[in-house]
């Protein structure tokens, strides 16, 4: 495995979002993925979030998820929370691109289920069974956003216009039947002793969260796109290599030609938000997961 692919954190229960470097993506990419989240969610669910996150002091401001969004990269170096550090990314066995991009085909790196979609499904699932854990709703999300300007390109030139027909299939699962042989299990949450014997690289996928589906597209474009050439050395290599210039219209320029980058945490801002809502809607609100259009 060449890198470590982690999916963004959505506020401080779980995170969602389709595979990015751990290292590259960032704060940053956290926060413009959690406010692009808060502009989609019903408006039932995030003062559920808020108390959720602020039980007995709650924030003298509205509460924003971006301010919440880098809490389990915050507190991942302590003692006490060491154990959830392979939460934060997956790696497939194999995966060496641009020359191999192997994505749970031939098994997963590291202790079997201890990993960021395992984490993902086994959260979301402890939520729903009920366990603790320019239009206003634009303007309400962007209040104090350091990246403003670029989160309005994201949502008004991609998410409203370019990728508008594509963003409820962004969402949205295959049956459980061709997925998920978890879809009614008990596996317990984010807990340092889950470990698991499925082989089903689709194992944790079902209806309503599938973050294996989401991730394998971006496992082909580290092949395609994110690896260039110039970094295909040997895996197990010890020769120094030099760095390649990679600010060129070959390399760069196409990845943002192509929006790389925006698509990607549009994506996470669109499946956080539908997780979201449907996990904390109220009984009135449609069932599952959902979107609450502010644009169109």
Known sequence: MRIRSSITTCFALFCINGTQNAYAWGAAGHEITATIAQMYLHPSVLPQICALVYPYTPPKEPCHLSTIATWADRIRGLPQYRWAAPFHYVGGINDWPPSSCVFGDDGWEGKDGVNVLGGIWNTTKWLKDGNPGASEAVEDALKGAIYDPYIRSIVWEGLSQAWKDQVDEWYTCPSTSLTSSFANSDQVPLDRNTMTTETNVRRWDDDFVCPYHWAKPNSRLN????????????????????????????????????????????????????????????????????LSHPLF
Request: hydrophobic residues 40%; proline residues 7%.
């Open 223 to 290: 092949c395609a796109i994110t690896f260039p050439k110039e970094l295909d050395w040997p895996a197990n290599s010890t020769d120094p290599h030099p760095a390649p210039e990679l600010d060129t219209s070959v390399y760069a320029g196409k990845i943002r030609k192509l929006r790389v980058m925006e698509r990607l945490l549009a994506q996470g801002g669109i499946r956080t938000a539908a997780i979201l809502n449907g996990l904390f809607a109220t009984d009135d609100a449609q069932g599952g997961a959902f």
